[in-house]
């Protein structure tokens, strides 16, 4: 039953590591975005799993934040597949994505609470893009009823040296 890491396997382990992070919100239209500060602890399962523990402060001195990425490759179904949970909220993020042809961008599909009508359930889009090994930034994207995407929130990730 082991597995043998793959080409998508080793591509995760780059995210392995320590990191500062700056991170940008827009938290409401015709707000100013939200900003806080933070750190994400990487580490690898088995080099087939990574598992990232961030800490921060939530936004409007609501206190500390703690949360954990999964994220792997299954071969069967030849997509990245995780998830994502906070300890600001009750709800399990679950990923389903893909590889850019280039190799540095990572886009993971999920669905969750619409941040803009209660009740309801959207479509959501993470996106981690390396710029260098030592950089890699992550954009959050919803699925507007017009049908594109809408950015809401980046975060910008420096390797801890």
């Known amino acids: 039953m082991k597995t043998e890491a793959q080409r998508e396997h080793q591509w995760l382990q780059k995210l392995v590591g320590e990191w500062t992070c700056e991170a940008e919100c827009s938290m409401e239209p015709g707000q100013p975005p939200a900003k806080w500060m933070g750190s994400e ?38 997509r990245y597949v995780g998830t994502w949970i906070g300890s600001m909220m009750s709800y399990l993020w679950v990923y ?17 609470p619409d941040i803009s009508a209660e009740g ?9 893009e390396f710029k260098s090994d030592d950089h890699r930034v992550l954009t959050s994207h919803m699925l507007g009823d017009d049908g594109t995407w809408h950015q809401f929130a980046t975060v910008n990730y420096q390797r801890k040296q």
Not at 43 to 54: A, D, K, M, Y
Not at 96 to 112: F, I, K, Q
Not at 120 to 128: F, G, L, N, R, S
């Open 41 to 78: 602890s990487v580490r690898s399962l088995g080099g087939l799993w990574i598992l990232g523990q961030g800490q921060s402060d939530i936004p409007g001195g609501e206190g500390p934040a703690t949360s954990m990425l999964t994220l792997g490759y299954d071969p069967q179904k030849q």
């Open 96 to 112: 389903d994505g893909e590889l850019d042809t280039a190799g540095r961008v990572l886009r993971l599909n999920t669905e969750g």
């Open 120 to 128: 309801t359930m959207a479509k959501y889009q993470d996106v981690i």
